[in-house]
């Protein structure tokens, strides 16, 4: 059969070719020939697996995304964990703190984020839409970060990690009075405030 | 029994029974103005339907000028204008005043013209000179019976031009104590929100709109303003420090100072009338409740304990009761308890959504914010019959309500203009008038007393 070894010869050296050059990444074993090839990951819950020691494929990204968490900026340290999946806003029905099955997926994930970088402390800020007194909506606010940092915490996440500021409606994202702004308005956004040096 | 005796016993019986039917249903006679002795009690009830106090007829002309008023023209201008508009809006006056007088044939006299002033049915004569002495503006006032013709209040005031309006509301406020026998409200002050500056401050202003000053610069967002009864201090919510806390101004020394920060939510305080101790919603856990702590956040004790939402705590004028707004109904709405936390009752039925309770200063009526057919509106409720009534109407939303401190009156917010501005009506609904114009204010807080400061 000698198409079949020249066939297996030109694969060979093509992919001696493709991952053999560059001397900082070592050979990847043949087994992750039948890998599946997966786009950039939504849920970085799956750990590396156990035996592969090894740096992923782009060795600049890799040492970019350390360097981007260990910013003193915790914008940039923010604006990270977004592009690894954390969803900063998680939004509520109208004069609800209840979760709707969504919101807990992407709360799953964040959770996972949070656990795997415990350095991090985070405020979970309660929004409410225009409707409403300014008083009962601090409350509803409240109410609904209250809501994220229990699930989270049900999750893992530690509790001391976690505070809870509700602003009501006193920080809206939009003003017009229509339903497709107090959906936006109704709200809890949560982001990184504070490091510790633990992890 | 002897017959013509017994016929005489039934005929007395008979007009014994007559007379105390007939002294049961007098009216009360109408006031009678006597100089030193105030009427009887001016009622009102939520009905409307009690005796009316007919306003007593006031000749006001205008004010002489006595001497060169250099440099005081403005001031004297003011100061009439300021007399004349208290005693008009308090409702208790019907004023001629120099307009309405220009058809009279005055000689100057006073005394000539008593007669001139009645023949067009006044029975009170209001009359001011002013003279510049120095640095000082002069002001006497003094008001005539024009039955007697008797002075039956003269006052005098001497101060800088600049505080020719607190002259005008000092004296308004004596009229009204000497002829109508009630507190008026000329020297009040209104505590609110405003966004004026940029960020959400607390601003103070006379009870007529007029001189707005800041007494906050946190450059955050502080809300909520709670009168002391004697005052003197503001507490207000303040997000400056991170979290919603609860923070106590001086007036007098313009100090700031924390009343409690710890916790996530610290909001709407409301004094006790005693004015050691505030009572506000606090979060437990994301559970917000009404607590009681004295004014360093200290003996904090907890009135409420439900899985809805309480917030937004009034407390009653003589102290013994708490107003407060609580969800455990599906919907907010306001509920009494005790100023311990028992007996919590239901009071308001009507309406989708009611929150921000105001009590009235005799403690029988609490005004709140209620949405009516979609739309906010100011309701008045009584707290023993349970009686309701909705005040306002379209076009905008209207809440936030607070009673004047004679209870004739409440401020509000509206949007009825665009944007959203505090405006005063009668307690039916009448007399609107506007008090802010410049940025968006709200969450006004009527003070309950002249001022000590």
């Known amino acids: ?199 | 029994m002897k017959p013509r005796f017994a016929i005489l016993t039934v005929l007395l019986s008979c007009l014994l029974l007559a007379g105390l039917v007939l002294s049961a249903q007098q009216t009360p006679p109408p006031q009678e103005l006597q100089p030193g002795q105030p009427p009887g009690q001016v009622t009102i009830t939520l009905d409307r339907g009690g005796a009316q106090p007919r306003k007593i007829k006031l000749a006001f002309p205008a004010f002489r000028s006595l001497g060169q008023l250099t440099g005081a023209g403005g001031a004297v201008r003011e100061l009439e204008e300021t007399v004349r508009r208290d005693l008009d809006v308090s409702g208790y006056f019907e004023i001629q005043g120099p307009d309405a007088l220009s058809g009279l044939s005055l000689t100057g006299d006073v005394q000539k013209d008593l007669v001139a002033y009645r023949s067009t049915g006044n029975e009170v004569l209001l009359l001011g000179d002013l003279r510049v002495e120095g640095e000082k503006l002069v002001f006497e006032g003094r008001v005539l019976d024009l039955g007697s013709g008797q002075a039956v209040l003269a006052k005098r005031y001497s101060g800088p031009f600049s505080v020719s309006r607190r002259m005008a509301h000092t004296f308004a406020d004596e009229v009204i104590r000497f002829l109508v026998g009630k507190k008026g409200i000329a020297l009040s002050e209104i505590a609110y929100t405003s966004d004026r500056g940029g960020s959400k401050e607390i601003y103070v202003m006379d009870y007529d709109g007029e001189n707005p000053r800041k007494i906050t610069g946190h450059r955050s967002t502080s809300m909520s303003p709670a009168w002391s009864p004697n005052g003197g201090s503001i507490a207000y919510t303040s997000f400056f420090n991170g979290g919603p806390g609860l923070y106590l101004a001086d007036l007098g020394s313009g100090r700031k100072r924390p009343i409690i920060t710890s916790g996530s939510l610290n909001t709407s305080p409301s004094f006790a009338p005693d004015g050691g101790r505030v009572a506000f919603a606090r979060s437990f856990d994301g559970n917000v409740e009404i607590v009681v702590t004295d004014l360093s956040g200290g003996n904090l004790r907890r009135l409420t304990n439900s899985n809805a939402i309480e917030t937004n705590p009034a407390w009653s004028p003589k102290g013994g009761e708490i107003a407060f707004t609580s969800s455990r109904a599906g919907n907010p709405h306001i509920y009494l308890m005790d100023s311990e936390g028992a007996n919590q009752r239901r009071i308001t039925y009507d309406g989708t959504y009611n929150d921000g309770a105001s009590w009235n200063p005799e403690g029988d009526l609490i005004a709140y914010t209620s949405r009516r057919d979609g739309q906010f509106q100011i309701a008045v409720t009584n707290v023993v019959t349970l009686e309701s009534r909705v005040l306002t109407s379209g076009p905008g939303e209207n809440q936030s309500p607070t009673f004047s401190p004679d209870g004739r009156k409440i401020a509000f917010t509206s949007s009825r203009g665009g944007g959203k501005q505090i405006y005063v009506m009668d307690l039916d609904g009448g007399n609107v008038r506007q008090l802010t114009t410049e940025g968006s204010n709200d969450l006004a807080d009527w003070s309950r007393s002249v001022p000590e400061r």
């Open chain 1, 1 to 199: 059969m000698n198409r079949k070894w020249m066939i297996w010869m030109v694969m060979a050296t093509l992919l001696t070719f493709l991952y053999g050059c560059p001397k900082k990444k070592p050979a990847t074993p043949p087994s992750d020939l039948n890998v599946e090839t997966t786009t950039v990951p939504a849920s970085p819950s799956t750990p590396p697996p156990a035996q592969d020691v090894q740096q992923p494929a782009t060795p600049e990204v890799n040492d970019q995304t350390e360097d981007l968490l260990k910013s003193a900026d915790l914008q940039v340290v923010n604006d990270e964990l977004k592009r690894r999946g954390f969803s900063p806003d998680i939004y509520f029905d109208y004069d609800e703190a209840t979760l709707s099955d969504d919101t807990r997926d992407k709360l799953s994930r964040n959770a996972d984020l949070l656990k795997s970088q415990a350095q991090f402390s985070m405020t979970l800020e309660g929004h409410a839409d225009s409707r409403g007194t300014n008083e009962y909506n601090l409350a509803l606010g409240e109410r609904r970060a209250n809501a994220v940092k229990q699930y989270l915490g049900s999750l893992g996440v530690g509790a001391d990690r976690m505070r809870t500021l509700s602003y009501g409606k006193e920080r809206p994202v939009c003003t017009e009075e229509v339903e497709s702004c107090w959906s936006q308005n109704r709200r809890v956004h949560m982001i990184i405030t504070g490091r510790s040096n633990v992890g």
